[in-house]
């Protein structure tokens, strides 16, 4: 038997694939060294040489396409992401399981293997994709502890309450004596997010 019609192929195959759309997945929502692009691109070859080399379903191809677009959905429309991301992870499984087929037409995936990583793809779609999702979309950390020290100006009077501009943004702020608005001023410390000032020493 020649090895490109090795019955066990077309789950090796499977496995190429599945684990490409993973790690293209996990690419697109936590870019960062380029592995996972790389990994991506020699599975989704190894299931290219699977695609030209076996007997496929080509009707296939419709559930992966709109597995796709269930995907991309998912990065563009943030109220829909959990939803599009399990309809994604659903499709694509679908897709892949009955893309290889045996002789009678059927899949040629063994049924186990198929629901094993069904289930491992829903979970990789809903635990890292949406976490990497969520990361994205977070608000970034404020480093308040950054503006001790540094000189600024009021934009209000200062007192027991105001604000201030400093380091490139405004801030509430109070002090222990009162301020006028446009006068410089140091920060000397933090209480929350709200910045201690004093007016700043004239320099020369």
């Known amino acids: 038997m020649p090895f490109l019609e090795s019955p066990w ?3 090796v195959y499977f496995l190429s694939l599945v684990a490409g759309l993973w790690a293209s997945a996990l690419a697109l929502v936590s870019p960062g060294t380029g592995a996972l692009e790389v990994t991506a691109l020699f599975l989704l070859a190894g299931a290219a040489l699977g695609v030209v080399t076996w007997p496929i379903n080509t009707w296939a191809f419709l559930p992966l396409v709109l597995g796709a677009a269930s995907f991309f959905v998912a990065l563009l429309r943030r109220r829909q992401a959990g939803a599009a991301l399990a309809a994604s992870a659903v499709l694509i499984s679908f897709g892949s399981t009955f893309l290889f087929a045996a002789a009678a037409g059927g899949p040629a995936v063994h049924p186990v293997l198929a629901v094993t990583m069904t289930a491992l793809t ?10 990497g999702l969520e990361v994205q979309r977070a608000p970034p950390e404020i480093d308040a502890a950054r503006v001790v020290g540094q000189v600024g100006e009021t934009r209000t009077a200062v007192h027991r309450e105001g604000a201030v501009y400093v380091a490139g943004e405004l801030w509430s702020a109070r002090s222990e004596v009162p301020i006028e608005p446009g006068t410089r001023i140091r920060v000397r410390g933090l209480d929350g997010l709200i910045v201690e000032v004093e007016p700043a020493a004239e320099e020369g």
């Not at 829903?122 to 976490?131: E, I, L, N, Q, T």
């Open 9 to 11: 192929l077309p789950n």
């Open 122 to 131: 829903v979970v990789v779609f809903w635990a890292g994709v949406r976490r």
